[in-house]
């Protein structure tokens, strides 16, 4: 069974930076493709960037395309999100997914199509 812990978050400024981290273990870890996936206050879930294990490439949605970044240490297995130019709308829990079909276009931005889940970290964007 595969686990998956995010930490970081916490409060951010409008412009700033911020970087979430997701330690996968467990296993068949080692197989999974990773995503981010955010839930802001109000809304639905959604995948804003993954890691895809089939293609290796990364996909984004165009609301954090150029100021987020997905990367993985290989070494350790864990997953990272650089977040850039923090906007107030990028507040949201932020949770780290996993799973092997879901990161490739079309589908990554749909959290249904995840199977594993962090407990997520909360992220707030505020002056």
């Known amino acids: 069974q595969v686990t998956l812990v995010e930490s970081g978050g916490g409060l951010g400024q409008p412009g700033g930076s911020s970087r979430l981290s997701c330690q996968a273990s467990?296993?068949?870890?080692?197989?999974?493709?990773f995503a981010w996936i955010r839930q802001a206050p109000g809304k639905d879930r959604e995948g804003i960037g993954c890691f895809g294990r089939r293609d290796v490439r990364t996909y984004y949605v165009d609301s954090v395309k150029g100021r987020f970044t997905v990367s993985i240490d290989w070494a350790s297995n864990t997953l990272y999100l650089q977040m850039n130019s923090l906007k107030p709308e990028d507040t949201a829990v932020y949770y780290c997914a996993a799973d092997y079909f879901a990161c490739r276009l079309g589908t990554f931005s749909n959290y249904r199509e995840y199977k594993l889940w962090g407990t997520g970290t909360r992220v707030t964007v505020s002056p």
């Open positions: 467990g296993s068949g870890s080692e197989n999974e493709g």
